[in-house]
């Protein structure tokens, strides 16, 4: 049996709706729907002041509003409204919430602000060091480098004039070209120009600038041309004349010429320029026959990329500055490559590389602790005598590897190195033999 207390609040005892409830939950509704409200309210009015602001302190003023009604709006809390209807439709659909709306439009206003600020001192500072690395690194042909040197004078008198200083660049040089531009932007960016007072000034540096970066698309580098041309200017060609011009390509015999003259400069142009398999590899055969020291930097560039022919070349230029380079592939594993660093690092013989070499002389790979055993001999570091005895005295060792390092020890050349290989003169092996009896001789 029930009585009055069971009776639910929001309703009358014979059922009716109770009127004061509905009027409550009216209330939440349009207290809410006042909350709304009066954030577009406030919004719409820092829209209006947006577009009225004329200066930096004006947009500041927007922002500090902004970040205001950000602040309130974070600690807002609407109730989330449940969805109208629970069909099928429906079911994966999750309602709006109130302040995704209201988020957006702040977003949108400091977007705002930002796209009204400036321009600034700085942004030309920033536009000018543009302009000057793209002098700085372009490759300029003849006619380009006239052209940005006409273009740098024009922006040099303008940005002088708007700043009532004299900007020049000490010589015709593209570094001088360049700093002379940079220092325009250190002027503009120190601080003497006002986003507001200087307004004009600002845009009339950064309209300068547009038009010297146009001049510097316009003038002409050496990516604009194509190859042969490329070399033409360079004097590839200057060489090869009707008695001369028996190879094909004629770039060939170009590289041919180049090596007989003793000129490793025409042979690194086309090393540079033409990247045909053919090219490359007759340019670095010229190479490895001259060793031109001039060719250290360009061919240890295709030496770090394991290039085979290319380590070879770095051994015949014999530079102790590819040293540090190439110890890394000794031991890489891969044969053909280990031979061929070892055999180079032989031949330039830094006794920085001993330590590395010794350690392949127990290598998986017979050719590998012969070609090992070799380069030892060749660096003729006193440190590799002991390691090169234990491999000859290695029965179950190939007898390449001992003859090699029998070899190795007579290079060597010490008493206690020759001594070391004499022990052998009688070996099973005759090419330990040989080199035994050198090492005998060379102690008698």
């Known amino acids: 049996m029930s009585n009055g207390d069971d009776e639910s609040a929001d309703a009358t005892a014979d059922g009716e709706p109770n ?9 939440e509704a349009t207290e809410e729907l006042d909350d709304v409200e009066t954030f577009d309210s406030r919004l719409d009015e820092l829209e ?81 060091g543009g302009a000057a690395g793209t002098i700085r690194d372009t490759r300029w042909t003849r006619d380009g480098k006239l052209a940005v040197a006409d273009a740098v004078s024009a922006f040099l008198d303008a940005a002088g004039a708007e700043l009532d200083a004299e900007f020049d660049a000490e010589d015709e040089s593209i570094e001088s070209q360049a700093a002379a531009v940079d220092s325009v ?14 307004a004009e000034t600002i845009a009339a540096l950064l309209g300068a600038l547009d038009d010297l970066e146009a001049a510097l698309e316009d003038a002409e580098e050496w990516s604009d041309l194509e190859v042969a041309e490329q070399l033409t200017r360079e004097g590839f060609y200057d060489r090869l004349n009707a008695e001369n011009r028996k190879d094909f390509p004629p770039e060939l015999g170009v590289v041919r010429i180049a090596e007989a003259e003793n000129d490793p400069e025409r042979i690194l142009l086309a090393l540079e320029y033409l990247d045909s398999e053919f090219m490359q590899e007759n340019c670095l055969d ?6 031109p020291e001039e060719a250290l930097e360009p061919v240890q560039a295709l030496a770090k990329r394991r290039d085979v022919p290319a380590i070879e070349v770095l051994g015949k230029i014999g530079d ?17 490559l280990q031979k061929a660093t070892i055999r180079a690092l032989g031949e330039i013989g830094s006794q920085e590389a001993t330590q590395e070499i010794a350690n392949v002389l127990v290598d998986d790979e017979p050719v590998v602790r012969s070609v090992a055993a070799r380069g030892l001999g060749l660096i003729g ?26 070899w190795a020890l007579v290079q060597i ?15 099973r092996a005759y090419t330990v033999q040989v080199e035994a009896e050198k090492a005998r001789k060379a102690t008698v």
């Open 48 to 128: 209006t002041a947006l577009d009225d602001a004329e200066t930096e302190a004006d947009l500041d003023a927007v922002e500090a509003d902004v970040d205001a009604i950000e602040t309130d709006l974070e600690a807002a809390e609407f109730p989330v409204p449940e969805p109208e209807s629970e069909g099928e439709d429906d079911e994966d659909e999750e309602p709006e919430d109130p302040k995704e709306p209201l988020e957006d439009r702040i977003g949108d206003l400091r977007d705002g602000i930002e796209e009204q600020r400036g321009p600034y001192g700085e942004d030309v500072r920033s536009a000018a």
């Open 320 to 336: 102790e500055r590819a040293v540090e380079m190439l110890v890394d592939f000794v031991d890489s594993g891969n044969p053909p």
């Open 286 to 291: 010229a190479l490895r026959r001259l060793g």
């Open 381 to 406: 570091d006193t440190r590799a005598i002991e390691p090169l005895s234990d491999r000859l005295a290695d029965d179950e060792e190939a007898d390449d590897v001992r003859a090699s390092a029998a």
């Open 413 to 427: 050349g010490t008493e206690r190195a020759l001594s070391a290989a004499a022990e052998y003169d009688d070996d």
């Open 185 to 198: 932007g250190e002027t503009a960016g120190d601080g003497r120009l006002d986003a507001d007072e200087d």
């Open 19 to 27: 009127a004061d409830a509905e009027g409550v939950d009216d209330a």
